[in-house]
């Protein structure tokens, strides 16, 4: 019996399933030269060696065989995804066309008729090796990019959120009385459109992805004050009329920071634009009363309105070189008193329910804190 010389291949493991001792014998002695042979004289057994710690790299499968047959291991084999990718050649002495179509059906690469004709046999194991080496390459090169991508996306998004905070940075430190307030306004929102997806109105708009966006672009609402002087920035009473000005002015210098960067980007669809519309808009209010703009309603972008809320209660139960620290009980009296005017009223009842979470963001989030910028990735 004549044999093909060895190909230029990994070392094989080919699995040769039979009932009949003489065809297992038959097959190790033509195969043993060219590839590492095992052997299952059922399919029960064939199915423990498959699942074992070394699978092989092809089934030589007979198909009836008393108990569980080729076709029964042969479902069992592509049903489990650990074993589904190994080829299945079955060895019959069926040659019908149904079942030769009943095995394909069922995931086989091939048939090869009894008796065998080894020149043809090694020729087509040949062929279904490396056809399987080729799918195991794919295989892993897909896996190794999936996990190259995912390794860049993390790599991507720390970017951004170290851009975020550096930028967000450059702002507070203008201010030694806001400490942690980015952290917890960055809280807040994120705590409030939790508690507004609850809502059918918002349950669509509120993704997963945009509450993250938000909660990233949050600590930018105030990047604008970097332009204002610190002569009105740190004034310890009252503004006059001319200095709130200056001040309110900080809206739209955040703003056109923030598109200058996107433009840097190339694009007004970065994770930069909620950051834009927060610091643009979050002085609105929902009656039109606000600035810059004087947007009216739903017509102020939900993130700032969002922002809006987050950003007065922080400012309130903190201490500012103009002000005292106010008592959360009054903070919450005078949000309530802002619902529908300066607040969106969907937005106070949100915050309504999750009052004690905003109380516990304040307390772990205190100036004391010693938990400052780095708290901004956990």
């Known amino acids: 019996m004549s044999t093909l010389p060895a190909v230029a291949l990994p070392r094989a493991t080919v699995l040769v399933v039979d009932d009949t001792p003489e065809n297992l014998h ?22 423990r060696l498959v699942n074992g710690e070394s699978p092989p790299d092809l089934i030589l499968l007979d198909v009836m065989m008393p108990g569980m047959d080729g076709y029964e291991v042969c479902a069992q084999l592509k049903e489990n995804p650990a074993t589904a990718h190994i080829p299945v050649i079955f060895l019959t002495a069926k040659s019908a066309v149904a079942d030769e179509e009943k095995g394909f059906a069922l995931g086989a690469v091939d048939y090869i008729t009894k008796p065998i004709s080894p020149p043809l046999a090694l020729a087509r194991i040949k062929t279904q090796l490396t056809l399987k080496l080729a799918a195991d390459f794919l295989r892993d090169e897909n896996a190794y990019l999936e996990a190259e991508v995912k390794r860049r996306t993390v790599e991507v998004s720390t970017i951004q959120n170290v851009t975020i905070m550096a930028m967000a940075s450059l702002a507070e430190t203008r201010d030694n009385d806001t400490g942690n307030h980015i952290l917890r306004t960055q809280r807040y929102i994120e705590a409030l459109a939790q508690q507004l997806r609850q809502s059918p109105r918002y349950a669509e708009m509120l993704t997963d992805e945009y509450i993250e966006t938000m909660y990233k672009s949050a600590p930018l609402h105030d990047i604008g004050k970097v332009g204002i002087p610190d002569r009105i920035l740190l004034k310890p009473g009252k503004l006059t009329p001319d200095e709130f000005e200056i001040m309110k002015t900080h809206c739209q210098l955040g703003r056109d920071a ?53 950003d007065v209660y922080d400012a309130l139960i903190n201490r500012r070189v103009y002000k005292e620290a106010m008592p959360l009980a009054e903070a919450r009296d005078v949000i309530v008193a802002g619902r529908g005017t300066h607040f969106d009223p969907a937005v ?27 708290s901004a990735f956990t």
Request: glycine fraction near 6%; proline fraction near 2%; include cysteine.
């Open 26 to 47: 038959l097959m190790s002695g033509l195969l043993k030269d060219l590839y590492r042979v095992k052997v299952a004289n059922s399919g029960e057994r064939a199915l």
């Open 258 to 310: 923030i598109m200058a960067a996107e433009r840097v980007l190339n694009s007004s669809n970065s994770f930069l634009a909620c950051a834009r519309e927060i610091a643009y808009s979050h002085q609105e209010k929902w009656d039109g009363s606000g600035y810059p703009q004087g947007l009216v309603g739903e017509a102020i972008p939900l993130a700032a309105r969002l922002m809006a809320l987050a």
């Open 348 to 374: 106070v009842d949100a915050f309504l329910e999750i009052e004690n979470r905003f109380a516990e963001i304040a307390a772990h989030l205190s100036d004391s804190s010693t938990e400052m910028v780095r």
